[in-house]
C-alpha cells in the first residue's frame, strides 16, 4: 500500500519490535501506517503480563489513531485456530469506538481453496459491534487492498500533512535499515538468539558521489552467539549483510555501503 518495505516481514513471532512507520500519497490525501509489535493475550482473554516495552507501546496506541485495523492471518485460523486470536478480535470488536474506525482484516485469502470458508470466518465475527467494515484480502497478490485502500482514504480528515510527499526522510530511511537487517537475522539466526541482540544504527552519512554508508553493531551477550552469528570464516554475517545492502539498495534506489560489526558487550 506505500509501495515499498518500511517493515521487517518474517515467520518469526514478535518481528516487529517497535512502532513503524509507513507513508502513502495519492492526490490531495496522504495517510501514515503504524505498524505496532503484535498485542499479546492470555487464553483467558486479558492483557499478558509482559512488561516488555514493545508490548505496553502497542496496547498504549490502540485508540491513539482515527483507524484501527486488526489483521490477521484467516488461513492459518481456518487450518490452526489460536483461541488467543479469536479473543483478541472479539476483545477489539466488543463495542464501538466514537472518534475511531474499526475494521477487520481478514489476510491471505489466496491461500484458502474453499472461498465458503471465507464466509464461515465472516460469520463468526459478524455481530461484533465495533467493527465498522470488514475486508478480505490477499497481501501477497493484491486482492482486496484497492478496496481497503479506498475505504481508507474516504475517512481522511482536513488537517496539515504530516510527511513529505516528495521524498523519504532520513528518520524514516534509517528506521527502514534496520528492519531490513533485522529482517535477515530473523531468517538465518534461529532459536533465541536473534532477539537477545542488540542492534545498533552507529553511522549515516551520504557521500559525494550520492551513496549511502550506513555503519550498524550487532552485539551480542555470550561470544558463542557472536560465533554463530558471525559463522565459519564471517559466511553468516556476510550473507546477512550482502542480500541487506542488495535490499536496501533497490529501496532506495542509489548506492548503499552497508557495514555490519559485530561484538560481545
Known amino acids: 500500500m506505500v509501495g515499498t518495505k518500511v517493515s521487517a516481514v518474517s515467520r518469526k513471532t514478535n518481528t516487529t519490535v517497535h512502532e513503524v512507520l509507513g507513508v502513502m500519497t495519492k492526490g490531495d490525501t496522504q495517510m501514515c501506517f503504524f505498524d505496532t509489535p503484535g498485542l499479546t493475550l492470555t487464553c483467558s482473554g486479558f492483557p499478558h503480563k509482559d512488561l516488555k516495552a514493545r508490548v505496553e507501546s502497542a496496547w498504549s ?19 490452526r485456530p489460536d483461541m488467543r486470536v479469536t479473543k ?7 463495542q464501538a469506538h466514537s472518534g475511531q474506525k474499526r475494521v477487520l482484516c481478514m489476510n491471505k485469502i489466496d491461500l484458502l481453496e474453499k ?8 460469520n463468526q465475527f459478524k455481530d461484533l459491534p465495533g467493527y465498522d467494515r470488514y475486508f ?9 487492498v484497492k478496496d481497503l485502500s479506498q475505504y481508507l482514504m474516504e475517512q481522511a480528515v482536513q488537517r496539515p500533512w504530516d510527511e513529505d510527499p516528495m521524498e523519504m526522510s532520513e528518520e524514516v ?3 527502514i535499515s534496520l528492519e531490513v537487517v533485522r529482517e535477515k537475522l530473523l531468517n538465518y539466526i534461529h532459536q533465541e538468539i536473534p532477539y537477545e ?12 558521489d550520492g551513496s549511502l554508508r550506513i555503519e550498524q553493531h550487532l552485539i551480542t551477550h555470550k561470544q558463542s552467539q557472536r ?36 561484538r560481545v558487550k
Open 61 to 79: 496506541a490502540v485508540k491513539l489513531y482515527d483507524v484501527l485495523i486488526v489483521l490477521f492471518d484467516v488461513h492459518r485460523h481456518l487450518t
Open 88 to 94: 483478541l478480535i472479539e476483545r477489539m470488536g466488543a
Open 115 to 122: 472461498k465458503k470458508d471465507l464466509l464461515q470466518v465472516a
Open 136 to 144: 478480505m484480502i490477499s497481501g501477497l497478490k493484491g486482492s482486496g
Open 173 to 175: 530511511m534509517k528506521n
Open 197 to 208: 541482540i542488540e542492534h545498533r544504527l552507529m553511522g549515516w552519512k551520504e557521500l559525494r
Open 227 to 262: 560465533k554463530i552469528l558471525v559463522g565459519k570464516k564471517g559466511s553468516k554475517i556476510g550473507t546477512i549483510g550482502i542480500e541487506a545492502n542488495e535490499e536496501l539498495r533497490s529501496i532506495f534506489k542509489r548506492d548503499v555501503h552497508l557495514i555490519l560489526q559485530v
